[in-house]
């Protein structure tokens, strides 16, 4: 591959860094291409099964795929008590550094003993197998530990961002029925309290469902705790109940093993379901070969454990590769922007894995940060969550990985579940190109028909095989998953981006095709933030769309008109603001609202974020013919 003279900015992998791979990448695609199933099959034999599979892939009722049929196994088992059992046992699992700089670190000896007793409290409170449990906190290792309790037993995960606000928070516990919330008194954000406490006792007084809450002491301040619904975790690790018996339960394969609530086209945030065996298996083997991992190595994923990134690479994939993750609890440039730097330096982290808008907003304090710190201990770095411009590809890779750091940008989702299209070390780089599918991936970019378009026009990015780690479904609306991911083409599942392969048949996603907005990474839905808005007594309706933005990729812009008897005011706008802030999260706070007197719309009443985006662009917005006078 290396051989092959490419177009375009190209960047090499140096001798040291290919001898040094785990993956060889010629033979990796050339195995996985002849036979994906078998490719998958054989990294599935790495990990621990109580029970074999008869069948690795069962097609048979397409699109509701299942992977390692009639198998039996724990992802938890395989992230702890596997690696418990040999000399890993006194290696880090976890190093973890908190805003305030406290200091904590777990062996794979300590988070196993944490983890059992988590999980015996859990069955204590009688949580079985399937039920769901909701996780609401910071960056803290009580988030990890809680989410690999749950999956000891069998119960179902729906971790919530700490950023998200009472009603996501609310939607969220309906939606899934959790019996129990973890929810920790509060986090940490630039020196300032965030209180989820007080956050979840508003959501759960309209959550039913939830009989007892486990609160995680972060920030100690003063909360409310309700008699006979809340109860202190640190306390309930102390009582007999929290022993160290094993507490564990093989599961079937396809045992659902989390629920990611994430934004969709229309309507509510969906949740997507992952199980144990195939997203082992899938988040095993891309952590493995695309951030090469290395028994010596510290590894720091900078996302949050609350979104995908934060679930397949803080905790599973590294977990399951016995590998060292190293996780931080704050805002990168607190109090100072050589906060990450100073830390890579001081834990001697080897690979970096973050968002553009991170390395964005970080550049923008310039090099002499950077450069106060000794980086030397990087070896690999890594981007996701949108595309990356080359000019932040550029600073990453000369300021902070000094030119000898090849730069992962992996393209994926929460519904993929594991990296799709992404280089290995062994790749050839372009600045701003995830360059190829993942061994055993099938990715195209194909036109309005479903046919291939040619190189370099743009399309719909699809994927055209299974794969392991793959959603299974939409909880609660398995028709939701069929329309929304599997209709549009037969067989071919669409990812919702647009993207477009070049003369190499390197991959270039461009962006969302739908009502989707990525802020800063995040993801949110427009139908979200109208609806937050709509729930406020002054406005009648909204429409929010994504505008282009120098630091977080795209910032929200909403049009509001108002009820009569309301006026347009610079006060009103900022009421408005803090509302949408207050009811989704800051993340979804609005960058500019304009209050409107009429918003476009379709003839059947669909209000035209298209015609919007133009007009805010100054664009010709194109087709017009279903515009309502
Ligand atoms: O638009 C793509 C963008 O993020 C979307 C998925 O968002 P989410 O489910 O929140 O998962 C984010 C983390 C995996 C995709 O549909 N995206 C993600 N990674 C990249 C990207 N766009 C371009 N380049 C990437 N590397």
């Known amino acids: 591959m290396a051989e092959k003279k490419l177009s375009g900015e190209v960047y090499y992998p140096s001798k040291e860094v290919l001898e040094y791979a785990n993956a060889k990448c010629e033979s990796l695609y050339e195995f996985a291409s002849k036979d994906p199933v078998a490719f998958w ?13 008869t069948k690795v892939l069962d097609d048979s009722n397409k699109p509701f795929y299942k992977w390692f049929v009639g198998a039996e196994t724990n992802i938890a088992y395989n992230c702890l008590d596997v690696h418990v059992k040999t000399a890993r046992r006194n290696k880090l699992a976890l190093i973890w550094e908190g805003e305030n700089g406290e200091f904590r670190s777990f062996s794979y000896f300590a988070l196993h003993r944490e983890t059992c007793r988590f999980a015996n409290v859990l069955r204590s409170l009688g949580v079985k197998k399937g039920d769901r449990v909701t996780l609401y906190m910071g960056r803290i290792p009580e988030l990890m530990i809680g989410m690999l309790a749950c999956a000891r037993i069998g119960a179902i995960h729906s971790v919530v961002y700490g950023g998200f ?5 609310h939607e969220r516990l309906e939606d899934s029925q959790s019996k129990v919330l973890i929810v920790a008194d509060g986090s940490f954000q630039r020196g300032k309290i965030v209180e989820l406490k007080k956050i979840a006792d508003e959501a759960l007084q309209r959550a039913a469902t939830v009989e007892s809450v486990l609160v995680v002491k972060r920030t100690g301040h003063q909360i409310n705790m309700e008699f006979g619904r809340d109860m202190w975790y640190h306390e309930l690790m102390n009582l007999p109940i929290a022993n160290n018996n ?32 195939g997203y082992m298996v899938g988040t095993y083997t891309t952590l493995k070969y695309v951030f090469d991992i290395h028994e010596e190595d510290r590894y720091w994923c900078a996302a949050d454990p609350g979104w995908i990134t934060g679930h397949s690479y803080i905790v599973y994939g590294p977990l399951l590769n016995g590998a060292t993750s190293f996780m931080y609890e704050g805002a990168p440039n607190y109090p100072y922007p050589h906060r990450w730097w100073q830390m890579i330096e001081k834990y001697g982290i080897n690979i970096l894995y973050t ?19 000794n980086l030397a201990s990087l ?23 000094k030119e000898r750091c090849p730069i992962m940008d992996t393209w994926w989702q929460t519904e993929t579940g594991m990296f799709m299209i992404t280089p290995m070390p062994c790749t050839p780089l372009k600045p701003g190109s995830g360059t190829k599918p993942f061994p055993g991936i099938v990715a195209d970019v194909v036109d309005e028909n479903g046919n291939p378009v040619k190189p370099n026009e743009e399309g719909y990015l699809v994927i055209k095989t299974p794969w392991p780690s793959m959603l299974r479904t939409i909880w609660n609306d398995p028709d939701r998953y069929v329309n929304q991911y599997w209709s549009k083409y037969p067989g071919m599942y ?20 739908d009502d989707v907005i990525k802020v800063s990474g995040y993801r949110l839905g427009t139908a979200e933030i109208e609806s937050a808005l709509v729930s406020h007594p002054a406005v009648a309706e909204a429409a929010a769309i994504g505008l282009p933005h120098e630091l977080k990729g795209n910032a929200i812009h909403c049009f509001v008109l108002l009820k009569t008897g309301y006026e347009k005011s610079d006060k009103l706008v900022d009421e408005l603001k803090q509302h949408v802030a207050h009811e989704v999260g800051p993340i979804a706070k609005p960058e500019h609202i304009e209050i409107v007197d009429s918003l476009p719309k ?5 209000i035209m974020r298209r015609v919007l985006k133009a007009r805010a662009l100054g664009i010709d917005p194109g087709n017009l013919s279903t515009l309502e006078e």
């Open 602 to 606: 379709t003839r059947s009443g669909k």
């Open 246 to 277: 094993e507490c564990l339960e093989m599961v079937d394969a396809e045992h659902p093993l989390f629920l990611l609530y994430t934004s969709g086209t229309t309507g509510k945030p969906k949740a997507i379901l992952h199980t144990h065996g």
């Open 379 to 401: 070896r690999l770095l890594g981007s996701v969550g949108e595309p990356i411009n080359p000019e932040a590809w550029r600073w990453y890779y000369k300021v902070i990985g």
């Open 355 to 373: 968002a553009p808008t991170a390395i964005r907003g970080l550049m923008r304090f310039g090099d002499a940060w950077p450069n106060r710190y």
């Open 494 to 513: 669409m990812t919702g981006d647009s993207a477009r392969k070049d003369e190499d048949g390197y991959f270039w996603v461009i962006g969302r095709v």
């Open 165 to 169: 606000s009472v009603e996501a928070l």
């Open 41 to 53: 099959e054989s990294e599935a034999k790495n990990l621990y099964w109580s029970k074999p599979w």
